[in-house]
């Protein structure tokens, strides 16, 4: 039997590889790239060559692929992409302000920016000023009597669940000159986004859920070209760049990211509605979707598709004891001190996100030692009711 020739490439097809493309972008896992020669190299630094990288700290590709995807989802201009969600807050601040600059914060946002704001900022003579996130007034208040250059405000507050009106905070920051940056981690683009409603720039810990695996630590800023430039600079100047991997695995994400979030955001109303009709062992129930909310009518008006987001909050009758029992009685869902995963966790905010505040602070902004926050994931619901009830029932 004669063999048969090996079967030569068609020549009219001899360039279709260059239509061949990879299903998954390739992690470009490299800190340099090699230049010819100086005349190409100094065609790079002048901006001649718009596609090109050098130096993985001056711009990577998955970072430029996660930072244009992210920005086309909160419909801004321009994203830029940090090493976590931290290193976007202060190059969102940094690129802004000075030594002199005042900010006018949510007295109940995160208390690891409340204590960047009140620890770090000072030394660089940025005074922080705090304001009720739910009386825009106050906010008002504040910039009749003190100039101020940024209001920073959270869609939804953590860990209380307080719904900021973008609408107002926008109007009355731009009358004053100031701009707004607007923590949009707990909402995500599928419940809200502030750029629509006039935010200057548009923050994420991409660590939470965007990633929604923690498996990754990363954060993105949004905003409009100026902006965006003016912080890609500081952050290639500071160095709070994100590595090629943690890129990598956030652009994996960001196709389920949707997905994800409208099944934690059903799963989580049904958890508040049993939480809340549980009033043996629970006091009170903080989620935007529930009627009781102080702010369920605006959450309404401003959020998507009667999303209301992933995350709520609840105080236990008793006090810590009661708090470090339920946790115990936990079968499934974990005490995870992060949030957004697939998988449903609890925190106590107390003791994890905002034990650098004193007991005054805590009290203030409604934290109890009772308090449970609660990251609801994508699981069958009945298997987290189910596991909350055990744990109820024991403590």
């Known amino acids: 039997m004669t063999a048969k020739k090996p079967r030569k490439p068609s020549l009219q097809n001899k360039d279709s590889w260059k239509r061949v493309s990879p299903a998954s972008p390739p992690i470009f896992q490299t800190s340099v790239y090699n230049y010819p020669d100086l005349e190409t190299l100094d065609d790079y630094y002048n901006g001649k060559i718009l596609d090109g990288y050098i130096y993985s700290r001056n711009g990577l590709p998955n970072a430029e692929a996660l930072a244009k995807r992210v920005a086309q989802l909160e419909e801004t201009e321009k994203g830029v992409i940090c090493s976590s969600g931290m290193a976007a807050l202060f190059v969102a601040l940094g690129s802004n302000l000075k030594s002199g600059s005042r900010i006018v914060a949510s007295s109940d946002i995160y208390g690891g920016t409340i204590v960047l704001l009140r620890d770090e900022l000072p030394r ?11 009386a825009p007034e106050t906010f008002e208040n504040v ?7 940024v209001f920073l405000v959270e869609t939804i507050s953590n860990p209380t669940m307080k719904v900021c009106d973008v609408r107002e905070i ?6 004053s000159g100031a701009e707004v940056i607007v923590d949009n981690t707990f909402a995500t683009p599928f419940v809200l986004r502030p750029h629509h409603l006039g935010a200057d720039i548009v923050m994420h810990s991409g660590t939470k859920s965007l990633g929604g695996h923690s498996d990754l630590t990363i954060g993105v800023l949004c905003g409009n070209n100026d902006l965006m430039t003016q912080a890609s600079r500081f952050n290639t100047r500071i160095g709070a760049i994100a590595a090629p991997f943690d890129c990598w695995l956030a652009v994996r994400s960001l196709s389920t990211w949707k997905i994800r979030t409208e099944v934690s955001c059903k799963n989580a109303m049904k958890l508040a509605k049993f939480l809340q009709d549980n009033t043996t062992k629970v006091v009170s129930v903080n989620y935007p979707g529930l009627d009781s909310h102080p702010q369920h009518n605006l959450a309404t008006e401003l959020f998507t598709d009667e999303m209301y987001g992933s995350m709520l909050s609840f105080n236990l009758k008793g ?3 009661e708090a470090n029992t ?3 009685k936990l079968k499934k869902v974990t005490l995870t001190p992060s949030l957004g995963s697939v998988k449903t966790t609890i925190s106590h905010p107390g003791k994890t996100s905002h034990r650098h505040l004193t007991e005054e602070q805590k009290r203030a902004v409604g934290i109890t030692d009772s ?5 609801v994931g994508i699981e069958d619901y009945n298997e987290i009711e189910a596991d909350f009830e055990n744990a109820l029932q024991k403590t």
């Open 124 to 134: 660089f003579g940025i005074e922080t000023l705090f304001a009720d996130v739910t």
């Open 143 to 149: 910039v009749k009597t003190e100039a101020a250059n």
């Open 371 to 375: 308090m449970i926050r609660v990251s």
């Open 319 to 321: 006090g810590f004891n």
């Open 326 to 328: 339920f946790i115990k």
């Open 170 to 175: 926008v109007k009355i920051a731009h009358r």
